[in-house]
């Protein structure tokens, strides 16, 4: 039996007499055995995390284990792409667009650590606070649970890590089941290379119910951060009702193309962002709303990219698209498909299972109703539907219990400001797809979508509080 990968909970290296086992979506082959925790770990792993936090590491000590980070995922760039390629079927190509994201996440981390700072306070503007001087400090919350999902199982777990280190939290970080090595491997890396002391970071791994439930309700836990459905965000945020909770959830994101966009170059754009990992990004491009006058054009020129896409071997260079996380999502998205045709929308391509794959799919003449339109595919599936007036679009786009990221396609300077001002989404982009995301934005949703923003300078204030220091004379 292959030998059981242990996680790192303080100074321990950890294993658990059962095992968890990571299987490659791609062909089923085992990728690793892992620990299967439970809350005698998620104990352990608090009180190593609170240990830690007993002796603070000052703001340039943070700065300079994050420096350490990014230099130190830049070098084993290809090792992690190859781990994320392996337990994620992400293509190798994408995989090491991932790796290079998490160093920019890092370094942006840094930046956090060095210039975190309160606010001078102007006391002074009323007679009570007369010759009294007043500001804020920025503090850390406490041990931080991380709950990172499969899709990005590095960069997203990243995303989690660095602004908790900039902030001076110590992380309990439980990664997806399915994903768990690229998380396993960032660990081993910042702890053996770059300088971070035991307990700041700590490793659990298993299920939602044996680990991430008493995680979250472990009273030693100030702050919870979760990438996941909305269903199990909600949740999370029930049963911690007293901590502070960042949710980032689904979305079923929406372009508008209107009459006066550049729908070539949005065919191009969505070719690679409706179908890069398969579709499995919280941002997608998943519903597009085309202008009647350009929407046969634009189609065609999709349809043709799109079967120009290499769907294969995640190791192959020459691969675009692979299969998804596990064969019971390809079953899903697969009868989502075939749900939409039955219910009117045509198959203009794609919509073929071969396996353990799925190939890339363009449904036209979708309806808000079909499951591909109402709710996330999270699959390589882009819905097609033409429109007449602005107005329309706005409506269909708004049509939605998410609100994530929005886009529209225009050359008219009316349209753009509309499309900012009437989307209701926590991002709108123009002349962009609303899968367009880089590491230091503030990133984060409305409604099922969520109720935080990621990108370091956010998520640093998320895991901070504000005390307000008041001196005398």
């Known amino acids: 039996m292959p030998e059981q990968h242990p996680v790192r909970i303080g100074d321990t290296q950890v294993t658990t007499a059962d095992s968890t086992v990571v299987l490659s979506p791609y062909d089923g082959h085992e990728v690793a055995r892992i620990p299967a925790c439970g809350p005698e770990q998620v104990e352990q792993a608090v009180a190593a995390a609170r240990a830690a936090m007993a002796d603070p590491l000052p703001p340039w000590r943070r700065a300079a284990i994050l420096d350490a980070a990014a230099a130190a995922v830049a070098d084993h760039r290809d090792e992690l792409a190859q781990i994320i390629a392996e337990e994620a079927a992400k293509p190798i190509r994408t995989a090491r667009t991932e790796a290079e994201r998490a160093v920019l996440t ?71 089941s399915q994903t768990p090595m690229s998380a396993i491997r960032l660990h081993e890396i ?84 409706g179908y890069s990992h398969a579709g499995q990004s919280c941002i997608s491009t998943q519903r597009v709303y085309v202008h009647r006058s350009v929407v046969d054009d634009f189609t065609a020129a999709l349809v043709a990219r799109v079967e120009a896409l290499v769907v294969g071997d995640p190791l192959d260079e020459a691969t675009d698209v692979s299969a998804l996380i596990s064969p019971g999502e390809t079953a899903r998205v697969k009868a989502w498909i075939d749900d939409a ?27 808000p109703t079909m499951e591909v339109s109402a709710n996330e595919v999270f699959g390589p599936v882009v819905g097609i539907a033409a429109f007449d007036h602005l107005d329309e679009a706005l409506a269909l786009a708004n049509d939605t219990r998410y609100g994530l990221q929005a886009a529209i396609f225009t050359a008219e300077l009316d349209g753009a400001l509309r499309a900012a001002h009437e989307l209701d989404f926590g991002g709108v982009l123009v002349n962009e797809v609303p899968t367009f995301r880089t590491d230091q934005m503030p990133y984060g949703g409305i409604g099922d979508s969520g109720n935080t923003k990621e ?9 901070t509080h504000e005390r307000l220091v008041v001196i005398a004379r």
């Open 455 to 463: 990108g370091p300078h956010y998520a640093v204030r998320e895991m």
């Open 190 to 273: 910042l702890m053996d290379e770059c300088g971070l002391p035991a307990g700041w970071i700590n490793v659990v791994t298993g299920s939602g119910g044996t680990v991430g439930d008493p995680l979250v309700e472990h009273p030693d836990v100030a702050v919870v951060t979760f990438t996941g459905s909305p269903e199990v965000g909600w949740a999370i945020a029930a049963k911690a009702a007293r901590k502070k909770v960042g949710l980032e959830l689904g979305n079923n994101a929406p372009l508008i193309i209107d009459a006066s966009g550049d729908w070539e170059a949005a065919a191009a754009k969505v070719s690679v962002a």
């Open 341 to 367: 045709v039955r219910d009117g929308a045509r198959l203009a391509t794609g919509g073929e299972q071969r396996d353990r794959l799925l190939t890339p799919t363009v449904l036209t003449g979708i309806t």
């Open 106 to 176: 890092f370094q942006s981390a840094a930046v956090e650590a060095r210039t975190l700072t309160g606010d001078v306070v102007p006391i002074d503007g009323a007679q009570p606070g007369d010759g009294k001087l007043a500001f804020t400090l920025r503090v850390p919350r406490g041990v931080v649970a991380a709950i990172s999902p499969f899709n990005f199982p590095l960069n997203l777990v990243a995303h989690k890590l660095a602004p908790a280190i900039a902030a001076g939290c110590a992380v309990v970080l439980k990664p997806a």
